[in-house]
Structure formats: structure tokens, C-alpha cells
């Protein structure tokens, strides 16, 4: 069974700081996604990852994906107070295009 | 133009009441998802259609039963719902394109938050 577990599951930041969100999961996945969530809101697309070794870049937010390791990581780069929302992760699970959702990250940036 | 349209965006029923909650996309997407998330969860996997078939259902009691009556539009029908199916209700869609570069990015919905009474 794929799992997909994130951490930390709280993060609680000062604005201008850095920080890495980790995305450790358990089987060969085709393809990792990035979601955004803002309280009581929907769920935006971020990034979509697809090989070894993929990098996407988009502001202060970058991802990485390690087919080897199961782990894609979400790097923070001088968070600003805009940023505070939930972060998931999701990947596919097997020949459909079923997403698995990691726990989820909410991140709090304080001025 | 990457929107997904959910109605109603709020609903209030009662353990009797039937209840639909819509979903609608226009950018040709050939597979529409429902998800049930609670609060400080993750989203879970309801149904997927694919094609307009029914080709995932998680497990989800008959209370829901999911309908497509065609590409564009995904209907979630709701019968004797108990109190703790109360969540917030998503609707995606996506492509289903094969091969290795195939983004296959799901774009979801503002959600319908229901409760049920």
C-alpha cells in the first residue's frame, strides 16, 4: 500500500527565514505533486515533479524529487507572512491517477 | 482557463434529506475525481470517472452515489447522510494522458462544505 507521510506536520517561522518541508513516500510513484491549501479554501497546484533529479522553481518555493530516496523536499527561501497556508504533497498510486495525499504541513509565518 | 465550478458552496441537511452537490469543468478534461476532506486532513479519494465510467470507488458507503452525465459535469447525489460525513466536499479534474512526461495535474474545485444535522 503507497503511503506518503510529510514532515513536520507544524512549522512555525520567522519572516525572512529558511526552511525545508520533507515528502518521504513508501513505493514507486510516477509522478509527485506539490498542493497549496489556505484555510477553508481549495487546493492550488504548485508543482508537478516527473523524473530523478527534478527541480521546479516558482518565487520563494522550490521542489526537488529523489526517485532513489522516496523523498521530494519543498524549500522555503526568506518565507514571507504570504506563504502561511497548508502544504501537501500527493502522489500517484499504480496504472491510475489516483493521488495519495501526504499528512500535510501548515506553515505559519510570523512577522 | 483552469477552473473547476462547485454548487452549492455551502449546505445544511438534515439525516433524511436528498441532496446533490454539482461539479462542472470546461477544460476537456476526460477524468473528474471526489474527494471528502475533513478538517486538518488530507483529502481522501472518493470516486473517479474516467471517460464518463465509474472506474475508482474507494470503498464509499451507498449514501453517495456518484453520477456523470457527461465529460463536462460530475453530480454527487446524497441520501441519509449521518452527522459524521460532514466535510468538505472537492471536485477535481484532469487530463489522462499517458507516457512519461504526462503532467496529468489534478485542478480541483472551491469545495462544498456540508453539514449534515
Known amino acids: 500500500e503507497l503511503k506518503v507521510e510529510q514532515n513536520p506536520l507544524f512549522l512555525s517561522m520567522q519572516e525572512g527565514k529558511n526552511y525545508t518541508i520533507y515528502c518521504n513516500y513508501s513505493?514507486?510513484?510516477?509522478?509527485l505533486y506539490w498542493y497549496r491549501q489556505d484555510p477553508g479554501k481549495s487546493l492550488e497546484s504548485l508543482f508537478v515533479l516527473l523524473s530523478n533529479g527534478a527541480v521546479k522553481q516558482e518565487g520563494r518555493l522550490m521542489a526537488s524529487l529523489d526517485t532513489k530516496a522516496r523523498l521530494s523536499t519543498l524549500h522555503i527561501t526568506a518565507a514571507v507572512h504570504d506563504l502561511s497556508a497548508t502544504y501537501f504533497c500527493?502522489?500517484?498510486?499504480?496504472?491510475?491517477?489516483?493521488?495519495?495525499f501526504g499528512t500535510g504541513t501548515l506553515l505559519a509565518v510570523q512577522p | 482557463d483552469t477552473e473547476v465550478t462547485q454548487t452549492p458552496k455551502h449546505l445544511v441537511m438534515g439525516m433524511t434529506n436528498k441532496k446533490s452537490l454539482k461539479c462542472e469543468q470546461h477544460?476537456?478534461?476526460?477524468?473528474m475525481y471526489w474527494y471528502k476532506q475533513k478538517a486538518k486532513k488530507p483529502p481522501e479519494l472518493m470516486f473517479v470517472y474516467s471517460y464518463e465510467k465509474l472506474s475508482i470507488n474507494e470503498s464509499v458507503p451507498s449514501r453517495f452515489s456518484p453520477e456523470c452525465p457527461n465529460s463536462s459535469l460530475l453530480n454527487l447525489h446524497l441520501h441519509a447522510l449521518q452527522p459524521e460525513d460532514s466535510a468538505l466536499y472537492l471536485c477535481?479534474?484532469?487530463?489522462?494522458?499517458?507516457?512519461?512526461?504526462?503532467?496529468?495535474?489534478?485542478?480541483f474545485g472551491a469545495g462544498t462544505r456540508l453539514s449534515v444535522l
Open positions: 513505493t514507486t510513484s510516477d509522478r
Open positions: 477544460m476537456g478534461h476526460r477524468a
Open positions: 477535481a479534474s484532469s487530463q489522462l494522458a499517458g507516457g512519461l512526461f504526462a503532467k496529468n495535474i489534478q485542478y
Open positions: 500527493a502522489v500517484t498510486g499504480g496504472a491510475t491517477n489516483k493521488l495519495i
